[in-house]
């Protein structure tokens, strides 16, 4: 069962435009994560924001939480042909005694130069 | 160089072999994972282990074992009772107390059975 859905499933934008990624969830959360994902390799940490932050910037990475709609969005600006790849929210969900990180199923994101 | 190194990447067997898929890590990290992950899809949870020789059941354990006898390493075996065994594994490693459970992840074995 996943916590995190993205959407939209599949992006296909050219160079220096933005790339807007979005993520719904169903409990509530301490924090939720995005990663990125290269073709055929491990997931890679982007950005950490947590339940009282409403915003936060890295780089070319803006991402939005929204508690109480339960969704979060990641937006790239000034997209460049190496940002093609899959990109995951990820958030904790409490089960067996032990919280468990829980991705979604992610979006696929196609930078065209 | 601190990191997860998973190998083999690629990985080819014959139905109703099991095989071992090696995960480490010197990260010094407690908490260890490891993910299955298929064709456009997400990462689904197959064990997890919080200490050394602890581990628990994720959400699809089902024809998979694991043992975790060092904190460095986390192997993964692929049983015959897998059904589908073929897909992409994640290995990953956190360090919990710090709040966050962000993961840090190798680079995966893709594994094919026919």
């Known amino acids: 069962s996943q916590q995190g859905e993205e959407d939209p499933q599949a992006l296909s934008i050219q160079e220096g435009e933005n790339a807007t990624m979005n993520c719904s969830y169903k409990t509530s959360i301490n924090n939720l994560q995005w990663y990125r994902q290269n073709s055929g390799r491990g997931l890679v940490h982007l950005i950490l924001i947590r339940s009282n932050e409403r915003e936060k910037h890295s780089g070319r990475l803006r991402v939005t939480l929204d508690t109480s709609k339960k969704s979060s969005s990641l937006l790239i600006t000034a997209s460049r042909a190496a940002d093609t790849a899959s990109y995951f929210c990820?958030?904790?969900?409490?089960?067996?005694?032990?919280?468990?990180?829980?991705f979604g199923a992610g979006t696929r994101l196609a930078v065209h130069p | 160089d601190g990191g997860i190194t998973q190998s083999p990447k690629y990985l080819f067997r014959k139905e109703g072999q099991n095989v071992t898929l090696s995960c480490e890590q010197n990260l010094n990290h407690d908490a260890m994972y490891w993910y299955r992950q298929d064709p456009g899809q997400g990462l689904r949870l197959i064990y997890y282990s919080q200490i050394v020789n602890d581990f628990q059941k994720g959400d699809i354990a089902e024809g998979y074992s694991v043992s975790r006898e060092k904190k460095e390493s986390f192997p993964l075996t692929v049983t015959s009772a897998q059904k589908n065994p073929t897909a992409f594994y994640l290995c990953?490693?956190?360090?919990?107390?710090?709040?966050?459970?962000?993961?840090?992840f190798g680079p995966g074995t893709r594994l094919t059975v026919t």
């Open positions: 990953a490693s956190s360090k919990p107390g710090t709040g966050s459970y962000e993961q840090y």
């Open positions: 990820a958030t904790v969900r409490y089960s067996g005694g032990y919280n468990k990180l829980i």
